[in-house]
């Protein structure tokens, strides 16, 4: 190894340690405003809290991840992907799996596996920003931007059971997103799992069993 490159090895080593802590850092500050949103509402919650219940100070807050609706936006955005970081819907494993999925009942299982996965981390939260949304602003256009990102989603996932041959002719791309896009919520989910106590397997099981009698020609 030449003396240069032995030279710049520590200051490498140094400069990864900073990344990484710096992402520990913010992962921490992520996920106690997420428990602070869920348990509190967005209003309620302060980035003072938030700093104390992640044990770092407020300018951090504001250096790692940014003011208070960002917060909720980072919370938001790694409850649906189920990592620290936003991951695009093409690049979400449930995702390929639909796409793989050779027969349309196959797809709407595989979107249910996911959905099974992804529910109980991000129920709570989007409850919370609908919540916000009737009274902050910030929080209104960021509730709205989620909802027509899922009925988009919802379009796709409707044009990828269509090439299967097998859904209903009766019934267009849009109301087959559209059915989806209502049993998919966040308010659904609740329904049944929390205030009815259903397990996440019945809740899965039924959700095959409905969409596959009403969308699909032969079920």
């Known amino acids: 190894m030449s003396a240069s490159a032995d030279a710049t090895s520590p200051r490498r080593y140094r400069s990864s340690r900073r990344t990484e802590q710096a992402a520990a850092t913010r992962d921490r500050i992520v996920d106690a405003a997420r428990h602070l949103v869920v348990e509190q509402g967005y209003a309620a919650t302060t980035v003072s809290q938030v700093a104390a219940r992640a044990g770092v100070a407020v300018d951090t807050v504001y250096a ?3 003011r208070k609706p960002e917060l909720l936006r980072q919370v938001l955005e790694t409850a649906i992907s189920g990592t620290d970081t936003a991951v695009a819907p093409e690049d979400r494993d449930y995702v390929r799996a639909v796409r793989a999925a050779p027969t349309a009942r196959a797809k709407l299982a ?5 959905l099974l996965l992804l529910q109980p981390r991000l129920a709570p939260v989007v409850l919370a920003l609908r919540d916000a949304a009737a009274t902050d602003p910030e929080s209104a256009d960021l509730w709205g931007e989620i909802t027509q990102r899922r009925a988009g989603n919802m ?3 409707a044009r990828d059971l269509r090439a299967t041959g097998e859904l209903r002719a009766d019934l267009d791309d849009g109301e ?5 896009w209502s049993m998919n919520a966040p308010e659904y989910w609740t329904l049944l799992v ?11 099981a039924h959700l095959v069993d409905c969409w596959s009698r009403t969308l699909l020609a032969h079920p």
């Open 155 to 157: 379009r796709d996932f």
């Open 194 to 204: 929390d205030e009815r106590g259903w397990s996440t397997q019945r809740f899965g």
């Open 64 to 66: 790692a991840v940014g």
């Open 176 to 180: 087959v997103a559209d059915i989806i």
């Open 110 to 114: 595989a979107y249910v596996d996911g």
